[in-house]
């Protein structure tokens, strides 16, 4: 539509030489209404019987005109890209590498969905939830994902998209903007580091948090001790049992092995949906949890997943290396955003061979994880679903360290094996003896105690673990 | 190609008389826009879900109003209930609308 009105701009209707504009139209025009219109600037258009052709007049003509040079103006000044989507959902085509500055626009994208590679976090309940989305043919907005662009590099995207309707009314597919964040995305993670150091150094300078160790001083990420705080611990004759903010099963190593480690550790922000690892697939790094959350599931055929495990700061992701093994037996779900330390799996190897205190720390939680798939097995099939809720809601408790968390029906349905109106009945119940509240796949634990009563044994058995 | 905005009646069986408008405009043109936006308050003010309102670009489909006997955009006919009726302008003149849809107002 734009199209047309550009080119008939450049060539404005010329009123016919030998009568003038005004007189093309008094000609055109003669019932007394339409030209008392016209009279009153009410009127952007007059057609000519004699060509068959619409033509405007010069107050549309130049509001059209400026219209359009804004709309140009604000295309040219913002980074998206424009793209369109088949009614599967497939891309058709785009405006992309128009700066150039990343080439994850190009034609590899074309008849690949959000779901494909290059694109690549979304996980399945995320997809799910998008899809679900694009059947309602409802619009979305800022949904971030990774990529990966041509030189391999990964990369965030922000995508938002809108349906398109045909003539008859059907669907014909989705069209929107895309945009990259990727340096948002990075100087969201720096900050968080960053506040996150400073607030351990905050508590190393108050000296609170501190609790009876039985080592050296345990490392904490990535921190310069000060000499301040190791009079402290001196004179204490303590040392800090680790940051809340540090993973305990790095916070546990002697600090020389920790010092060690150090090196090959880097800090990452684990987003909710992401997927770490496929059963199957190769591992390629380790994640030590500092204050996220990562779910272990397994895969039936044929089935939802079944929650067989759950990873906080206490642990590891990716034990299968320690064991031998260099590919996963889990999917493991990040299921709270958060950071965490990751390693990749060739320096993990070498650092597991040769350190005794991270062998030993490792084999210690991987008993763990062990006992408690065992009982979560036991649990599953003969607790239940009430209890089995109060348990795994007091697990993520334990692990998030926080009594609020955001956690959907149909995941806790996943989590938990069973249907979501299991999951509704039996969040109602706790909500009514007023242990938990639950609006909108918000929890809020507002009772730990009656939640504990409330539970399986099961919890007791695997909470020391 | 006419762009379409119609709305079907919600489901009532009670027998309801549904206007039938026409709305030529030209394209996004100052009036055009107006008119729309004009049209689509009265609309929603006085005739709910009782209505069908097709717009036409004359941008696009000038044949199409000129064989609809219309020569100037914005242009809005009446195409039944009969008697038909048509008024030009950008709309703002609310009870003139009113009158040519041939929808009388509520006494305040």
């Given at each position: 539509m734009k199209s047309n009105l550009l080119a008939r701009d450049r060539n404005p209707p010329r009123p016919d030489p030998g009568h003038g504009f005004e007189g093309r139209i008094l000609r055109l025009v003669k019932s007394v209404p339409e030209r008392r219109a016209i009279e009153s600037g009410q009127i952007d258009a007059v057609i000519d019987p004699a060509t068959g052709k619409a033509f405007l007049l010069p107050d549309a003509q130049q509001a059209l005109r400026e219209e359009q040079a804004r709309v140009r103006g604000l295309l040219a000044l913002s980074s998206d890209w424009f793209w369109e989507q088949d009614e599967h959902y497939r891309f058709v085509s785009h405006t992309g590498t128009a700066s150039g500055s990343s080439g994850i626009y190009d034609e590899s994208i074309i008849g690949k969905t959000l779901r494909d590679p290059p694109f690549g976090s979304m996980g399945e309940s995320d997809w799910q939830a998008h899809q679900r989305l694009l059947e309602w043919r409802a619009t979305f907005r800022d949904l971030e994902l990774r990529c990966t662009d041509r030189a391999g590099v990964m990369r965030w995207i922000s995508i938002s998209g809108e349906p398109i309707f045909g003539q008859q009314d059907q669907f014909t597919g989705y069209r929107g903007t895309m945009r990259d964040i990727t340096q948002r995305k990075q100087s969201e993670a720096l900050a968080q580091v960053s506040r996150e150091k400073l607030a351990e150094r905050t508590r190393a300078e108050q000296g609170v948090e501190r609790a009876p160790g039985n080592g050296a001083a345990r490392g904490i990420v990535s921190r310069k001790n000060s000499a301040e705080r190791r009079r402290q611990e001196r004179l204490l004759g303590k040392v800090a049992t680790g940051n809340p903010t540090a993973n305990r099963l790095l916070a546990a190593l002697p600090r020389k092995e920790y010092q060690g480690l150090r090196a090959g550790l880097e800090a990452v922000t684990l987003t909710y949906g992401q997927i770490l690892s496929e059963p199957g697939e190769p591992i390629t790094h380790v994640y030590f949890p500092i204050d996220c959350l990562v779910s272990l599931l397994t895969t039936v055929e044929g089935h939802q997943a079944l929650e067989v495990g759950l990873v906080g700061r206490e642990g590891m992701v990716g034990i299968s290396l320690a064991l031998g093994m260099d590919v996963s037996s889990v999917r493991a779900l990040v299921q709270g955003t958060g950071t965490a330390m990751r390693m990749n799996a060739a320096r993990f190897r070498k650092e597991f061979r040769k350190s005794v205190p991270l062998q030993r720390e490792l084999y210690r939680f991987i008993h763990a994880k062990l006992a408690q798939a065992r009982q979560t097995a036991a649990c599953n099939r003969f607790h239940r679903v009430e209890a089995r809720l109060a348990r795994w809601l007091l697990m993520t408790r334990d692990r998030v360290r926080s009594d609020q968390f955001l956690l959907t029906h149909a995941f806790l349905a996943d989590m938990l094996g069973v249907r979501r109106v299991g999951v509704s009945l039996a969040a109602g119940a706790l909500q009514r003896r007023k242990l938990i509240t639950y609006t909108r796949g918000k929890i809020g634990i507002l009772d730990r105690k009656g939640l504990e009563a409330a539970s399986c044994g099961c919890y007791e058995v695997i909470k020391d673990l | 190609m006419p762009r379409k905005k119609t709305k079907r009646e919600a489901?009532?069986?009670?027998v309801a008389t549904i206007v039938v408008m026409r709305l030529y405009i030209a394209n996004d043109a100052p009036n055009s826009v107006r008119a729309v936006a004009n049209l689509e308050a009265i609309c929603k003010e006085h005739l709910k879900d009782k209505f069908k309102l097709e717009i036409i670009d004359v941008l696009e489909t000038p044949l199409r109003a000129l064989a609809d006997g219309i020569l100037v955009t914005p242009s809005l006919t009446k195409v039944s209930p009969s008697p038909a009726a048509k008024i030009v302008g950008n709309l703002s003149d609310k009870r003139s609308v009113l009158h040519a849809l041939g929808i009388v107002e509520p006494v305040e």
């Open positions: - | 489901s009532g069986r009670a």
